[in-house]
């Protein structure tokens, strides 16, 4: 990379969102087989290249970390004329406006470097950015917009620009730290993939002085750039609500449901121009299964000439394949990997349509499915920074990250070194594990010093809003009044908090045994024991069950999950507890969210057969007409949460049984818990190729055959 510019319009407010169009043009004299351009912006850019969509960019940075996109135009070129254009949002720097996940620096700015020609700039008030939400507005992406007589046909080369204004350079002080010329970096994932879709109008031709609205069916759910080409109307205003579902005024239960339904979402209103042919792209992808169309015009008429959509999101090139007798079980697979899906673009997000905001437990859980269904890593090493980068000066890392405001969950800290711990055992980088090891170090010292006289972990958060920090653990109904955190919080220390301290100082110790750090992880070894004991001593009651908090009363499916997978219970203990935990209606239940770690313990307890019945809640979601798996249950505000797609581990890694024996998968263990199952079979790809299973059980005897490359075969155990 040589030396780019930055570039700037020569005046700009910066207490308002707002577009900038930029124009590069030259003249190419011949084709070329290769033109690399490298590419960035505060806060995003658009390309097209000669009216052709090129690219969305650059992936989200901070303050310490900015990146560029390198692209290829040659495909675009022609001989003659050429135009590279670029549209820039830019949301005023601060947290009072603006995309949650996107940092900003005080000037609207665009960076490159690749071409020499001619620039030309606009920055437009057509377009008007409004938050979606009064109490809570993380995205700021949608739009009311109206035609830009300066912008019409700018993607173009023939388009006449002399009313624009010359960029000037943008200077060092109107930029982050991290988007210095000599601090950027190159885009570590793979561009975004993209999958035209075109919708079918029920009505064209709308005539004037009407209202007009209809809705459009998807028919799963979807992110996508929409674009909308209408011709004549001058002064009609259409409004494109997305919505996820259909809800009832009892709340959500067919999400197909027209009838005793509507749709509830985020609008984008659009005033036409009048235009014998002009086209509307909202600047950011839109989430939606269903489009409520809604036309009012003025004195002319109306042609709605065509709404298309572009599909778009992270290339996840999934090999991993699983058939078993339960039939429901294929099309949990099928909404599982659409939720994981449509939850991956720069980054893991928690829900497309609301937040898209990359959360440190719900990423754990969405890496673990990536790297069992496609054994791809990229995006999970690029989150891994990106929480490192997260961590407070007292530990503690925000919950959410990229992200410009404060947002801590103390348990959250500990899904990071899982996260940390789950990469070493499925890709073995040992420098990696070296690079984040300080993070969980600290991360961990936080705890350390917040233990009572007993040795719990003590009162360190609370209600959110209500505390300096939220002590969410799960969405479960009976926390609903506490927004997600154990009743008990409200009284004294959280037994869940305590259990994942243990975890994480189990798992580090783990780390620094593999990575030669012998005395570390004694000394992590040795305050896990005291913890545990201390847990054991608190929070055990007499009837053998974990109590939600040292004294309480109250009793959860979490507790004796943590309970189990930390080793607090015996296996005997842990049995009952479990057993007594399905059974019992007054034990707080495990939800989407907590699954994964209920079917975990399940395993673990010999009782993984009532994972039949775990499994309801999915095949709920299939009967209700769900495309995606829901946040939770009780609190379904998300249609697409993909900590939910819990299929994409369980079936190839506990039904096939196909999972790492040892770190870097350099041991392939083959072991499958067929639970409830009678048969089953698949390909599950790991970092070393391709290991396919069958199985069947035969009067209780499991009848497996195992089949791989000569290679994979020898780090092959059925141990």
């Given amino acids: 990379m040589g030396k780019g510019i930055w570039l700037t319009p020569p005046a700009q407010g910066n207490c308002t969102a707002q577009l900038t169009y930029y124009r590069l043009t030259w003249q190419e004299s011949t084709a070329r087989p290769e033109q690399a351009v490298h590419i960035s912006a505060n806060c995003r850019y658009k390309l097209w290249c000669n009216g052709i969509f090129v690219n969305l960019g650059p992936a989200k940075g901070d303050d310490r970390v900015w990146y560029y996109d390198t692209l290829d135009l040659a495909p675009y070129l022609q001989a003659g004329g050429n135009v590279l254009a670029v549209q820039v949002l830019y949301y005023p720097a ?26 030309r700039c606009h920055t437009s008030g057509a377009t008007v950015f409004y938050a979606e939400e009064e109490r809570f507005a993380p995205l700021c992406i949608h739009e009311h917009a109206a035609p830009d007589p300066l912008t019409q046909g700018w993607q173009y080369p023939d388009f006449d620009d002399s009313g624009w204004q010359t960029p000037v350079s943008l200077p060092q002080s109107g930029l982050l730290p991290s988007q210095q010329q000599e601090k950027l970096l190159p885009r570590f994932i793979p561009l975004a993939q993209r999958t035209q879709h075109r919708f079918t109008l029920p009505v064209t031709e ?16 979807m992110c996508a750039f929409l674009r909308l080409t209408v011709r004549g109307g001058r002064g009609a205003r259409i409004t494109l609500l997305q919505s996820e579902c259909y809800v009832t005024p009892q709340g959500k239960a067919d999400r197909r449901d027209a009838v005793n339904g509507h749709l509830e979402g985020y609008a984008d209103t659009y005033t036409v121009g009048g235009a014998e042919e002009e086209t509307y792209e909202p600047f950011w992808f839109r989430t939606f299964r269903y489009l409520q169309v809604t036309v009012h015009t003025q004195e002319k008429p109306l042609a709605l000439a065509a709404l298309t959509y572009e599909e778009t999101g992270y290339p996840l090139h999934v090999q991993t394949s699983v058939h078993t007798d339960d039939e429901s079980l294929d099309a949990i697979w099928d909404i599982s990997l659409r939720t994981l899906r449509r939850c991956m673009h720069d980054t893991y997000m928690d829900c497309p349509f609301y937040e898209q905001l990359q959360y440190i437990m719900d990423t754990r859980s969405q890496i673990l499915y990536t790297y069992a269904a ?25 919950a959410s990250y990229p992200n410009v405001n404060t947002n801590v969950i103390p348990g959250f800290s500990i899904y990071y070194i899982l996260m940390l711990y789950d990469h070493m055992m499925y890709f073995g980088d040992k420098a990696l594990v070296r690079r984040y090891l300080p993070v969980v170090e600290r991360s961990l010292g936080f705890f350390a010093q917040h233990l009572t006289a007993e040795g719990l972990v ?15 653990i799960d969405w479960a109904r009976d926390w609903m009044p506490t927004q997600g955190m154990p009743s008990a919080g409200s009284y004294g220390p959280i037994t869940m908090e305590s259990l994942l301290y243990l975890l994480g100082l189990q798992r580090t110790a783990a780390l620094c045994e593999w990575t030669g750090e012998k005395e570390a992880a004694s000394g992590y070894q040795a305050r896990a024991a005291a913890l545990l004991a201390a847990i054991r001593a ?12 040292p004294g309480r009363p109250e009793r959860s499916q979490h507790a004796q999950v943590f309970g189990v997978l930390t080793g607090t219970l015996t296996p005997a203990e842990g049995q009952h507890a479990l057993l007594c ?11 989407v969210a907590m699954s994964y770690y209920l079917f975990r313990a399940l395993e673990e307890t010999g009782l993984y ?29 998300s249609e697409c949460h993909a900590w939910g797609a819990l299929a994409l581990y369980e079936l190839p890694s506990v039904v096939l049984g196909v999972r790492p024996a040892a770190p870097g998968y350099e041991k392939i263990r083959v072991r499958p818990c067929p639970g409830y199952l009678h048969k089953a079979s698949g390909t599950v790809h790991t970092p070393h190729g391709d290991v396919r299973v069958a199985w069947e059980l035969k009067s209780d005897r499991l009848d497996l055959h195992i089949d791989a490359s000569a290679d994979v075969k020898t780090r092959i155990t059925t141990e």
């Fill in 458 to 472: 003590d009162k360190i958060g609370g209600v959110n809003g209500k505390a300096p920090f939220w002590s969410f």
């Fill in 374 to 398: 496609a054994a791809d890593d990229r995006l999970a090493r690029q989150a891994i920074d990106d929480f490192s980068r997260a961590q407070r000066p007292d530990g503690l890392l925000n």
């Fill in 206 to 221: 709308i005539p004037p002085h009407s209202e007009t609205s209809f809705v459009l069916d998807a028919g799963e759910e």
């Fill in 581 to 591: 935990s399905l059974q019992d209606k007054r034990f707080t239940k495990c939800t």
């Fill in 609 to 637: 057969a009532h994972t039949d019945r775990c499994w309801d809640i999915w095949r709920r979601m299939l009967q209700n007409g769900c495309t995606t798996c829901v946040e939770a249950e009780s609190y379904a505000r």
């Fill in 538 to 549: 608190q929070c055990l009651g007499d009837d053998g069950l974990l109590a939600d908090g």
């Fill in 94 to 119: 601060g947290a009072s406006f603006g995309n949650h996940s996107l940092f900003r620096a005080g000037r609207s700015g665009l960076w490159f470097e690749g071409i020499e020609g001619i620039w």
